[in-house]
């Protein structure tokens, strides 16, 4: 029988709320919305509709790394969705006092998920290609681009020799890196996994393509409003990037060195909808079989479940879908049940979506405190379950789900626990 346990004993963040976990712990508990109307370009110039994102504030990589000619040939080599992994990387490395040279290199892997890749590095050559022809086009624009960059740039950075790899499978690809990761250690494959998910895609193209398919919400007025999951005048979800990584180790290991530990991971389960490339199958049936998966995995019954972390994206079909598949699973339980939108303040941070909410379910577990679903303003009777509306509380939190709903139908669902030695 497989004894090896998983834990949680590293988490680097960059966030639309806040840099390194702390910030973003405290922006969570405050119910600090990241939203705000878009600085990264002037939206009023391209004339998109959707003029709001949540986007990370005051990055600068000279900050994380003062070496100029270092950095110098980190921004020629990499998009910015792999500059957020390899910060986040560096942020957790250190949040976990790890020293991979004192470990077999060969044993630490690094698993980090993207839904799009580098979007910004392509579209923004693309326009070179076609304003000045081929020779306009870099050496370093495919290394730039590729979704597997911040995996194995993260991997060169610290010499992790073990597999690295980048799942991509849209908004489910961070919380499925996670879950491989898990699995990976827990199969004596490794000891160490550095994983978790990133995106950078606020840019004109994305915006474009979500918002003429009436995904993202148009509250321009009042930005920090916008992203409202389960509230019944939601209308869609708000951009969001950033990366978040989370160090797993086996759990001999850890204590080996005397790290600190977060949480236990002890289940995973995913499924795909196989119905729809877009929407949700109506039914939840999807979600719950990734999600009964998930609890058969850790050996808990649904009523141990204390909290759940939710896909929560604001728009109206996931939000009442992800509902019905709760209740589908925990029953009555479903009423007892605290559930959370980390969404709601850091907007949609697609391919790192999972993740960031993982990192909350941890620091939860750690902290014994839920973050809120913030404007919780008007309940919608398809979604009526407590969704910690707008103020956090203190609560038992023993055992934790975090759920990451995807277009392609993809669902993964992540089971956590307080550490018990």
């Known amino acids: 029988m497989n004894t090896r346990r998983v834990v949680v004993t590293g988490m680097g963040v960059v966030s639309p709320v806040g840099i390194g976990k702390e910030d973003f712990w405290k922006s969570l ?193 009042t930005p920090e409003k916008a992203s409202r999951p389960f509230n019944a005048d939601r209308d869609g979800f708000v951009m969001g990037e950033g990366s978040v990584i989370l160090i797993l180790e086996e759990l001999e290991h850890a204590l080996r060195r005397n790290a600190q530990i977060y949480a236990e991971i002890i289940g995973g389960g995913a499924s795909c909808d196989a119905t729809h490339i877009v929407a949700p199958d109506g039914t939840g049936d999807g ?41 589908n699973v925990f029953g009555d339980h479903a009423y007892k049940l605290a559930v959370s939108s980390t969404k709601s303040m850091v907007g949609h941070l697609l391919g790192a979506a999972g993740v960031i909410g993982a990192a909350a379910t941890a620091l939860s577990i750690t902290h014994q405190k839920i973050h809120p679903t913030i404007n919780y303003e008007k309940p919608d009777p398809k979604c009526d379950l407590d969704y910690v509306p707008n103020v956090y509380r203190e609560a038992k939190v023993e055992h934790a789900l975090v759920e990451a709903l995807g277009f392609g139908g993809h669902n993964t669902a992540l089971v956590m626990k307080k550490y018990v030695a």
């Open 287 to 327: 979600a719950s079989r990734a999600i009964r998966e998930a609890l058969r995995d850790a050996n808990l019954a649904p009523s141990q479940i204390d909290y759940i972390n939710a896909h929560g994206t604001s728009t109206t079909l996931n939000d009442e879908v992800e509902t019905l598949a709760i209740k």
């Open 29 to 221: 508990l405050a119910g600090k919305s990241g939203v705000a109307r878009i600085n990264h370009f002037d939206p009023d110039e391209i004339g998109l509709e959707v003029k709001i994102a949540a986007e990370v504030k005051d990055f600068d990589i000279n900050y994380f790394y003062p070496d100029k000619r270092k950095v110098g040939s980190m921004l020629k080599e990499m998009d910015k969705v792999t500059l957020f992994s390899m910060v986040a990387s560096r942020l957790a490395i250190e949040d976990a006092k790890l020293d991979i040279r004192k470990t077999v290199a060969e044993r630490v892997g690094t698993f980090i998920g993207t839904g799009v890749g580098g979007l910004i590095t392509t579209t923004a050559d693309h326009i070179k290609l076609m304003e000045g022809g081929p020779k306009k086009i870099g050496l370093r624009s495919i290394i730039r681009l590729m979704p597997n960059a911040p995996s194995g740039q993260v991997a060169i950075e610290y010499g992790a020799k073990g597999r690295a790899k980048s799942d991509a499978t849209a908004c489910a690809s961070g919380l499925d890196s996670l879950f491989d990761a898990f699995m990976y250690i827990k199969n004596n494959r490794a000891d160490v996994m550095i994983s978790g998910g990133a995106e950078a895609c606020i840019n004109p193209f994305s915006l474009a393509s979500f918002s003429n398919m009436m995904a993202l919400s148009k509250r321009n007025d």
